[in-house]
């Protein structure tokens, strides 16, 4: 990567990311880059909310010594856009608080129902609706099926379904004409697309039934042409391996696909119907079961799913936990989950509800669990405090590999794509989740290595993107306002389509006014971040903290890993807190080891001091040198920006215990650990929770909390010493311990709910923990493209 340059001036033509992979090992940071001046945020905007706290920079009040204002005030978030974006999405998930799952209908399940002759004997369709349904869908060229995506086996499989259910009744002759020809014209296109990953479910199977009832009708298709063939043949290689035995046993999702087999058992199946009456949740499975047994039970599932579809049906249905679930990943991860909080809960109260010891399946009356949506729904439980226990893996676990569900023909890649990232929430002594990780990665990283990132059950521009992300950056690694960078790209929205026995689309999981209203976000955050850089470099200059070691690049870093982590608008106050800290505590370190320790030159006992009585004009006296005093007011010109009253105390506390911990030690030790705590205590007193952290210093839990987070930081402070030198010798021993504190931090923050230590408080421990496995993580190179991807590269 090359040299960023003028990146505040010219950030619209700063060069875009491809791969953001972490390289090693780590290299000095490079020159500056920032040379010029922001250009100030443009004033298009509608009164936000303030922290009122006594930061004088927020108030637009800070100034160089001059009469007039250094900077411009604060930009304000008064995009009435933006909220207008968010009610209108809070409209959307109030009309689908009862619904079974928002998607889309299918003309190949809707044939299906069309094709069920009237349950009292007469020749009559049983569902007219259907028919209707069929003759309003048709598309311009004859065909049925997604109309914005075109995949020859959704096309084929639904044009020969709708064909086949009006020839078959006699009606709309023309549009049957029309549909025939659109067959006979395209027929050829199978097995000639590169489709092979993409391949509708079932289809093998399916299709060719749809081909025999076709030739009984008299059809004019070549059945004789070589593509069909070799469906033909694919067909009776799957149904052989099919266990008829198996299939009359129990639930499996070869249910699913019911009306593509033949010589079936019914007196057993249909004890195998869900609750509501549905073979597999599949409506063409249903309604074929229906013409063979004419069973009152079956009729109602259909008789719901067309009435809720204007007459059509969709493939699969219900889809109710699905749709909630994969709803509240796509707004956390694009980064605008905190506008949402009582919509996400009752999506996961919804969902919960249904969890069971054996896991998840997509909707609330499938019996047959799967890895996927278990595995979505355990990450986003975990993350949420539900109780919920990893050993519901141990159900898709076979001889070492893990499955989405029993009798699959092959491994989906998002299922263990989501599996890998719901594994990265281990606690103490879950290994099925440490079996379920390594054996994830390995699949995944060969799945990439090969070019193979599409998937059998969606058709996304940027799941190859997503994987490699989450492969290059372990979830412990990974800053939230990074990920959702990076996410903004590659989310599809509306044009992410699902593959079932035709393609189909899910709009409250991929919706264009999530995409907008996240750019909308991001786009503000970054006005913001850009501001307060600017403030913070004025603060960093005036206080001459270069003179100790500390680059303008290096000061911009710690502001960027407190943005990149604590960016919600009303959360400056903690956000500076934390940056301010990070450098000055950098700068005071480097003096200390300059001096060949902290006690060498009296600038530890002075500062201590200063603390002590406030009187910083006194010990800036006694200071022997202008790098000492220029230490001593900066930290008591920190203190006042950052707290007054109690707080204050509490923060002067806090920098004591930091600097008390300086003695006696090596110049060349690792002093992350108590630097990790010190940033933790100031991100509580900013946040206004001062009361709260004087009353946890004395919680057995918060003391906990902190040795496991000093620990951790600690030796991922002594790793880059390490590294920096040239050394790897023990790196893979610190690794395995820090992952080890790492699953017991997660699960006091996230498995734990005591009333010690309150969620807010224990969510900055893990925090500024993340901050520092990015650190180690990450080489320089990679951290410099971050914060200008993130910072100064605008959201298109």
């Known amino acids: ?65 001059e009469s007039t204002p250094a900077v411009e005030r604060t930009p304000k978030n008064t995009d009435g856009e933006l909220l207008d974006m968010v009610d209108a999405i809070k409209a959307t998930f109030k009309a689908a608080r009862n619904s079974l799952g928002e998607t889309t209908v299918s003309a190949y399940d809707t044939a299906w129902i069309a094709l069920v002759k009237n349950l009292d004997g007469s020749d009559t369709p049983q569902f007219p ?74 289809f093998e199977i399916t299709f060719p039934t749809l081909l025999e009832m076709a030739k009984g009708l008299g059809l004019d298709i070549n059945y004789d042409d070589p593509a069909l063939q070799d469906i033909y043949a694919k067909r009776n290689i799957k149904l052989a391996k099919i266990p008829r035995e198996a299939l009359h046993a129990k639930p499996t999702t070869l249910l699913h696909s019911l009306e593509g087999m033949e010589g079936l058992d019914w007196d057993r199946l249909l004890p195998f119907r869900c609750p ?27 008789e719901l799913a067309i009435n809720n579809f204007d007459g059509g049906a969709p493939c699969t249905y219900p889809v109710d936990n699905f749709d909630r679930l994969w709803a509240v990943d796509r707004l956390r991860r694009l980064g605008i989950s ?24 997509y909707g609330e009356h499938c019996p047959v669990k799967d890895i996927d949506d278990t595995a979505m729904a355990f990450r986003l439980f975990r993350l949420h405090g539900y109780n919920v226990s990893s050993s519901v893996f141990k159900h898709f676990e076979k001889d070492g590999e893990f499955f989405c569900f029993a009798g699959q023909s092959s491994q989906s890649l998002t299922a263990m794509y989501n599996t890998y990232r719901a594994s990265q929430f281990a606690f103490p002594g879950e290994d099925d989740l440490d079996r379920a990780r390594s054996f994830c990665r390995a699949f995944l990283e ?77 786009t503000y955050f970054q006005r913001l971040s850009r501001f307060e850089w600017l403030s913070l470099k004025r603060w960093y200059i005036r206080n001459n903290l270069q003179a100790h070691g500390v680059t303008e690049q290096s000061a911009l870093r710690a502001y960027f890993l407190a943005a990149a982590t604590i960016f919600e608008p009303n959360r400056a106050a903690e956000r500076m807190g934390w940056a301010r800290t990070a450098i000055l505590a950098d700068a005071i370190a480097s003096h200390f080891r300059r001096n060949a320790g902290a006690g060498a030159d009296g600038t530890m006992e002075i500062l201590i001091s ?38 204050s105390d509490s923060l002067r506390e806090a920098w004591k215990q930091w600097l008390m911990s300086w003695t006696g030690k090596e110049t060349h030790e690792s002093s992350e650990g108590d630097t990790a705590l010190l940033l933790v205590r100031t991100i509580e007193i900013c946040s206004g929770r ?34 920096d030198g040239g050394s790897t010798d023990n790196v893979e021993a610190l690794d395995q311990e820090v992952d080890l504190e790492m699953k017991e931090l997660t699960h006091r923050v996230y498995g734990m709910n005591g009333n010690e230590v309150n969620k807010a408080t224990r969510q900055t421990f893990f925090d500024v923990v993340k901050s520092f496995c990015y650190v180690a993580h990450c080489s320089p190179e990679t951290i410099d493209a971050h914060v200008s991807k993130v910072l100064f590269e605008n959201v298109i």
């Open 1 to 65: 990567m090359q040299q960023v340059q003028a990146i505040l001036a010219a950030s619209s033509v700063l060069p875009r990311v491809a791969s953001l992979r972490p390289t090693a090992p780590p290299q000095p940071w490079r020159q500056s880059f920032l040379g010029l001046q922001l250009p100030q945020p443009a004033a298009r905007q509608r009164p936000g909310s303030m922290v009122n706290c006594k930061v004088s920079w927020l108030q637009g009040a800070e100034t160089t010594g």
């Open 129 to 202: 609706m259907a028919i209707d349904w069929i003759a309003r869908n048709q598309l311009g060229d004859g065909s049925w099926g997604d109309a914005d995506f075109f995949l020859i086996q959704d096309r084929l499989i639904n044009t020969l379904g709708c064909v086949v259910a009006l020839a078959s009744w006699g009606v709309h002759m023309d549009q049957c004409s029309r549909g025939l020809s659109y067959i006979q014209d395209n027929l050829w296109r199978l097995g000639r697309d590169d489709e092979e990953e993409w391949m509708m479910v079932g």
């Open 276 to 302: 509501d009456g549905s073979f597999h949740s599949s409506p063409a499975a249903t309604a074929y079961a229906l013409s063979q047994t004419g069973n009152k039970e079956l009729l109602g599932y259909l």
């Open 338 to 361: 905190r506008y949402f909080p009582t919509e996400i809960k009752e999506c996961l109260e919804y969902a919960y509800s249904h969890w069971s010891p054996q896991g998840m399946s």
């Open 446 to 522: 060969k799945r990439r290595a090969s070019g193979n990132l599409k998937d059998k059950w969606v058709i996304s521009k940027g799941l190859p993107s997503e994987v490699e992300y989450a492969l290059d950056y372990p979830w412990k690694a990974s800053l939230p306002r990074i990920e959702t960078r990076n996410y903004l790209e590659q989310y599809g929205a509306s044009e992410d389509v699902w593959i079932g026995k035709g393609l189909y689309r899910m709009p409250l999981v991929c919706n264009d006014l999530y995409l907008k209203a996240a750019k909308a976000d991001f």
């Open 610 to 647: 200063g603390l002590a009585t406030d009187d910083w004009t006194n010990q800036a006296r006694e200071a022997k040198d202008s790098a000492a005093r220029s230490l001593t007011y900066a930290l008591d010109e920190l203190i006042d920006l950052h707290a007054f009253g109690n707080a």
């Open 690 to 723: 001062h009361g709260s952290a004087e009353q946890n210093l004395r919680s057995s839990e918060y003391a906990q909390l902190e040795q496991i987070t000093s620990s951790i930081c600690r030796k991922l402070g002594t790793k880059n010493l390490a590294q």
